[in-house]
């Protein structure tokens, strides 16, 4: 069935590095989303991508769909402590929306 | 907008025994509301999917009689764990969709411990 991975699995960083999680799938996509899960909290929906190519920025961070619509990206420029959470994409697939795995971010001040 | 809540946000229960979730949209109406499992350090998993006034559609592995879902109304569906055992221990957190249906708004979720 439809499956999105996810890397890195895990990611360390100083705060004020770049921070980047990937997210891919063997079929084309018709839409991917990203979440983030702060620790001991819910997922909060973080931005919807559609259109193949598409780049959309929210202040310090910047998603992106490939033009196959099969892999997706998300950068996060200059990480504060803010940022620390768990990041997943979610795409649909046999269940209305299929999770990866999850990037968990944590940021050393 | 686009809240959603759930109750309990914890509960400890004897093996054995019975448990109800809660989860609200509060301020619109829910057409469709989804019920995930979540253990420590891992991705969420669906459970089921439920509509209002219709059965829930049930994900492969995921035991019909042991996780009853009820979706009475546009803002309420419910989530009972009967019989409760210690592996049913989990972090399980519901989320509902409105008009933009692909946008999943998600609850608190509810910490279950079984002892």
């Known amino acids: 069935g439809q499956q999105v991975m996810q890397i890195p699995q895990y990611q360390h960083v100083q705060e004020g590095e770049d921070f980047t999680t990937y997210c891919n799938s063997s079929t084309t996509l018709s839409n991917i989303q990203w979440y983030k899960q702060r620790p001991g909290g819910h997922p909060v929906f973080l931005i919807q991508l559609v259109k193949s190519g598409e780049v959309k920025k929210q202040k310090r961070l910047t998603f992106q769909f490939g033009e196959a619509k099969k892999n997706s990206s998300l950068h996060i420029t200059a990480t504060q402590t803010t940022d620390v959470g768990t990041y997943f994409c979610?795409?649909?697939?046999?269940?209305?929306?299929?999770f990866g795995k999850g990037t968990r971010l944590s940021v050393i001040a | 907008g686009a809240v959603v809540s759930q109750h309990p946000s914890w509960v400890i229960c004897k093996s054995g025994t019975s448990v109800k979730i809660e989860c609200r949209s509060l301020d619109f109406q829910a057409t469709t509301m989804f019920w995930y499992r979540q253990f420590p350090k891992q991705s969420l998993m669906l459970m089921a999917t439920s509509n209002e006034g219709s059965k829930a559609t049930y994900e492969q592995g995921v035991e019909k009689d042991k996780f009853l879902i009820n979706h009475a109304s546009l803002t309420l569906s419910t989530l009972t764990v009967t019989s409760a055992h210690p592996e049913d221990s989990s972090f399980y957190i519901c989320s509902a969709s409105g008009q933009r249906f692909y946008e999943q708004y998600f609850g608190p979720g509810t910490r279950l411990t079984v002892t």
């Open positions: 979610a795409a649909p697939g046999p269940t209305p929306l299929v």
